[in-house]
């Protein structure tokens, strides 16, 4: 793992918005669908995800003001662009959002509902040819 981003993703664990903070209660131990998600998870070398679920390869960012430049925009787009290359998909909300995220669960649930259904079509498929 490389250093600096663990480093980097303890302080950002330390100091989170209150979106994130608001969201990782309802994503912590397992409480959002039984799903195990991490905070502030280093993926590679590049990289630090908000959240991340690595079994259903799901990440949630919260984006601050800061990603609504052009310059920032344009690096979200490829940064969603090489996680989706690693088969992981990205949901966005605004850290303005944060007082709504309660409301907006219910988004991420059908998202992550939607992918979980396609995850388990593969395993109960990838049963199907070894059985």
């Known amino acids: 793992m490389h250093v600096p981003l663990l480093r980097k993703s303890k302080i950002l664990r330390k100091n989170q918005t209150d979106a994130e903070l608001i969201l990782w209660e309802r994503l912590r131990a397992h409480r959002f669908h039984g799903m195990h998600f991490r905070r502030q998870h280093p993926i590679g070398n590049r990289f630090i995800l908000d959240f991340y679920c690595s079994a259903a390869k799901i990440a949630i960012e919260i984006d601050g003001e800061i990603h609504n430049r052009p310059d920032n925009q344009a690096n979200d787009a490829l940064r969603t662009e090489i996680l ?26 059908n998202k992550t509902r939607v992918d979980l259904h396609q995850i388990g079509a593969h395993v109960d498929a990838a049963a199907r040819l070894c059985g």
């Open 84 to 109: 989706a290359q690693r088969n992981i998909r990205v949901i966005r909300f605004r850290n303005s959002e944060g007082l709504k995220l309660p409301r907006k669960i219910g988004t991420v649930e």
